[in-house]
């Protein structure tokens, strides 16, 4: 996570710079065209966001009226926070949070270091083999980790890792496209800038460091959030290997107490909201960045 | 270390032979450095990547169960049976059926929106976040929500559709209908990815395109198909690609909102590698499963590679 503060001087004048064609765009007449455009969007943004907000406002509600019949729009009972209190005070909502935090984070800094160094050497070091680890790396982009969560389990057990973080976080650390993107990222750096620093005695590990990681700020940001997303979300893996709940990370336990308890709406709605508020505040600070990064480093066109 | 082909470079007076075993030197430095920086990478790869793959398939000829019981050789006995287990043709069928009706929309759709906010409306970053905040969510979370907006009494979708007259749908509890409701949840959750490659590809065209169209007297239209789908061209084989593998390892969802029913009418493979593994203790027979699976996706993955690759040979 600490990787994703990303604004600094060099990154946001170049965005501006990229912008500057944008704003005469913007300012473009409402013809009817764009008015048709504007009510189509208009419609589709409320159905996408229609059932995130009718959640959010289930939240709430008192438990009764949330799962009353006919349902209600809006809380007619007052806007209470019942549910929210319920979840915070008892059980382990907390704690999952907590576990989600720690091992998303640490999935998210181990991958963005072994990915970055990997890049860095793929792309600036011609040692042998390096063709062919880079196929290689490529190659596996096709193998589905899911498919292997029966040999990862035995190893687990084998590393006496089931039920315990390393277990989770380890086997999510491995991330092909990451390596490749940021590979791709690093080409396009001009060499002339760490020349200069070569010749001036630099080690290379400290050009990495304190040219080519500052320069690459927006892609690593972008990497980083979809490796948070990722790990942060991730269902299937912390399913298998965790058994404690105190161990479980938010999705896993949140989807044992809803087999366990059946659905209650209220409480279920405030858990919802609270595994997602992290990540919503996370994209709304960054998505200018992501996008430019995308756009600029060609995830979107190989 | 990396001081010396600085220092080799500098050396004034260079022999022949010097200078051979100099770049023999470098060369061996540049490849240890190489691999160095590789090796934290390469460690994890070959750890929980390459020898898992082997040991899956080694473990899909044998017995082996999860309590470690019977490890024995049996040789082809397990993809033998798996060939004939109807619960596998079942389960890969619903997923290869959930890909198809997943990934077309989930392609189609996220052009339009991407175009349509592309515009260049106000309030772009609403727009964005407003089809991009379902990806955010954990599949407990929208799997919470969709088996909600479903239900028969309580959900949003029935009373919805209510005001128009339309009656209740089993959307979850019907076996027609199930696979439709767990992909047009799947459609709302992670268009937003989608979406955002098309987005991002979509603000890299040059605008001086679309201007010496207009002057041609090009319409909204044949800009479009003239510029905007050739130019989003490899955006779509690789939202294509992406689309269709992440399609075919569907579970997290099906797993939550029907478990997979009603009777086994959205099943999906993986769920059936983790009911034969997890909870039939058969883990030799579970990767066997895996990696029939496995060589679906590869010759999947093959045909639409060959089938790329002889489209752009034309001109």
């Given at each position: 996570?600490?990787?994703?503060?990303?604004?600094?001087?060099?990154?946001t004048?170049?965005?501006?710079a990229?912008?500057?064609?944008?704003?005469?765009r913007?300012?473009r007449?409402?013809?009817?065209g764009?008015?048709?455009?504007?009510?189509?969007?208009?419609?589709?943004?409320?159905?996408?966001?229609?059932?995130?907000?009718?959640?959010?406002?289930?939240?709430?509600?008192?438990?009764?009226e949330?799962?009353?019949?006919?349902?209600t729009?809006?809380?007619?009972?007052?806007?209470?926070?019942?549910a929210?209190?319920?979840?915070?005070s008892?059980?382990?909502?907390?704690?999952?949070?907590?576990?989600?935090?720690?091992?998303?984070s640490?999935?998210t800094?181990?991958?963005?270091?072994?990915?970055?160094?990997?890049g860095?050497?793929?792309?600036?070091?011609?040692?042998?083999?390096?063709?062919?680890?880079?196929?290689?790396?490529?190659?596996?982009?096709?193998?589905?980790?899911?498919?292997?969560?029966?040999?990862l389990?035995?190893?687990?057990?084998?590393?006496?890792?089931?039920?315990?973080?390393?277990?989770?976080?380890?086997?999510?650390?491995?991330?092909?496209?990451?390596?490749?993107?940021?590979?791709?990222?690093?080409?396009?750096?001009?060499?002339?800038?760490?020349?200069?620093?070569?010749?001036?005695?630099?080690?290379?590990?400290?050009?990495?460091?304190?040219?080519?990681?500052?320069?690459?700020?927006?892609?690593?940001?972008?990497?980083?959030i979809?490796v948070?997303?990722?790990?942060?979300?991730?269902?299937?893996?912390?399913?298998?290997?965790?058994?404690?709940?105190?161990?479980?990370?938010?999705p896993?336990?949140?989807?044992?107490?809803?087999?366990?308890?059946?659905?209650?709406y209220?409480?279920?709605?405030?858990?919802?909201?609270?595994?997602?508020?992290?990540?919503?505040?996370?994209?709304?600070?960054?998505?200018?960045?992501?996008?430019?990064?995308?756009?600029?480093?060609?995830?979107?066109?190989? | 270390?990396s001081?010396?082909?600085?220092?080799?470079?500098?050396?004034?007076?260079?022999?022949?032979?010097?200078?051979?075993?100099?770049?023999?030197?470098?060369?061996?430095?540049e490849?240890?450095?190489?691999?160095?920086?590789?090796?934290?990478?390469?460690?994890?790869?070959?750890?929980?990547?390459?020898?898992?793959?082997?040991?899956?398939?080694?473990?899909?000829?044998?017995g082996?169960?999860?309590?470690?019981?019977?490890?024995?050789?049996?040789?082809?006995?397990?993809?033998?049976?798996?060939?004939?287990?109807?619960?596998?043709?079942?389960?890969?069928?619903?997923?290869?059926?959930?890909?198809?009706?997943?990934?077309?929309?989930?392609?189609?759709?996220?052009?339009?929106?991407?175009?349509?906010?592309?515009?260049?409306?106000?309030?772009?970053?609403?727009?964005r976040?407003?089809?991009?905040?379902?990806?955010?969510?954990?599949?407990?979370?929208?799997?919470?929500?969709?088996t909600?907006l479903?239900?028969?009494?309580?959900?949003l979708?029935?009373?919805?559709?209510?005001?128009?007259?339309?009656?209740?749908?089993?959307?979850?509890?019907?076996?027609?209908?199930?696979?439709?409701?767990?992909?047009?949840?799947?459609?709302?959750?992670?268009?937003?990815?989608?979406?955002?490659?098309?987005?991002?590809?979509?603000?890299?065209?040059p605008?001086?395109?679309?201007?010496?169209?207009?002057?041609d007297?090009?319409?909204?239209w044949?800009?479009?198909?003239?510029?905007?789908?050739?130019?989003?061209?490899?955006t779509?084989?690789?939202v294509?690609?992406?689309?269709?593998?992440?399609?075919?390892?569907i579970?997290?969802?099906i797993?939550?909102?029907?478990g997979?029913?009603?009777?086994?009418?959205?099943?999906?493979?993986?769920?059936?590698?983790?009911?034969?593994?997890?909870?039939?203790?058969?883990?030799?027979?579970?990767?066997?499963?895996?990696?029939?699976?496995f060589?679906?996706?590869?010759?999947?993955?093959?045909?639409?590679?060959?089938?790329?690759?002889?489209?752009s040979?034309?001109?």
């Open positions: 996570m600490t990787s994703a503060t990303i604004p600094s001087s060099a990154t004048t170049r965005a501006r990229q912008q500057t064609p944008q704003p005469a913007r300012r007449p409402m013809t009817p764009r008015i048709v455009a504007l009510v189509i969007l208009a419609i589709l943004a409320v159905m996408w966001l229609i059932p995130v907000v009718w959640a959010a406002i289930t939240s709430f509600k008192t438990e009764g949330a799962a009353a019949f006919p349902i729009l809006l809380p007619e009972n007052g806007w209470v926070l019942d929210y209190i319920t979840t915070l008892a059980g382990l909502v907390p704690r999952w949070a907590w576990n989600s935090l720690l091992t998303a640490a999935v800094i181990i991958t963005v270091v072994i990915s970055a160094l990997a860095y050497a793929l792309s600036r070091f011609d040692f042998a083999g390096s063709k062919a680890l880079l196929a290689v790396v490529i190659a596996s982009i096709m193998i589905p980790g899911q498919i292997l969560i029966v040999p389990f035995q190893q687990m057990l084998t590393f006496n890792m089931v039920d315990t973080y390393w277990g989770v976080i380890l086997p999510q650390v491995i991330a092909a496209p990451m390596v490749f993107i940021l590979k791709k990222f690093f080409d396009q750096i001009p060499r002339a800038l760490e020349e200069a620093a070569l010749v001036d005695g630099a080690s290379r590990l400290r050009i990495l460091m304190q040219i080519v990681l500052p320069l690459s700020r927006p892609i690593l940001g972008a990497v980083s979809f948070f997303i990722g790990a942060w979300n991730n269902f299937l893996w912390p399913f298998i290997v965790i058994n404690r709940s105190e161990l479980m990370t938010l896993v336990g949140l989807q044992t107490v809803i087999s366990a308890y059946g659905i209650q209220a409480a279920n709605m405030a858990q919802a909201v609270l595994a997602a508020l992290p990540l919503i505040v996370l994209f709304m600070f960054f998505q200018r960045q992501i996008i430019k990064s995308i756009s600029t480093t060609g995830i979107a066109g190989t | 270390m001081a010396t082909p600085v220092r080799a470079r500098g050396s004034a007076t260079p022999a022949p032979s010097a200078m051979r075993e100099g770049l023999r030197l470098r060369r061996r430095a490849n240890l450095r190489g691999w160095l920086y590789c090796s934290p990478f390469l460690f994890f790869f070959v750890l929980f990547l390459v020898w898992p793959t082997i040991s899956g398939l080694i473990m899909s000829f044998t082996r169960t999860l309590t470690g019981a019977n490890t024995g050789w049996v040789g082809v006995e397990n993809y033998a049976e798996a060939f004939a287990d109807p619960e596998v043709w079942s389960s890969l069928g619903n997923t290869l059926w959930f890909t198809v009706l997943s990934s077309i929309p989930l392609v189609v759709i996220a052009l339009a929106l991407a175009v349509l906010v592309n515009v260049g409306l106000p309030g772009q970053w609403f727009w976040l407003s089809f991009f905040l379902p990806y955010l969510l954990a599949s407990t979370v929208i799997s919470l929500f969709w909600w479903y239900n028969p009494q309580l959900g979708l029935n009373t919805m559709i209510g005001w128009v007259g339309i009656e209740p749908i089993q959307w979850l509890n019907d076996e027609n209908w199930a696979m439709h409701g767990v992909v047009i949840a799947t459609v709302w959750w992670t268009i937003g990815f989608n979406f955002l490659l098309y987005l991002a590809a979509l603000q890299a065209i605008d001086q395109l679309y201007e010496a169209a207009s002057l007297g090009a319409g909204t044949r800009k479009f198909t003239s510029i905007t789908l050739p130019q989003l061209a490899p779509t084989v690789l294509v690609v992406l689309q269709i593998l992440a399609s075919l390892k579970f997290d969802q797993y939550q909102m029907t997979g029913g009603p009777a086994g009418a959205t099943r999906p493979i993986l769920q059936y590698v983790y009911e034969a593994g997890f909870t039939g203790y058969r883990l030799g027979y579970a990767s066997a499963i895996s990696y029939i699976f060589a679906i996706i590869i010759v999947i993955s093959v045909v639409y590679t060959v089938a790329i690759s002889r489209r040979v034309k001109p």
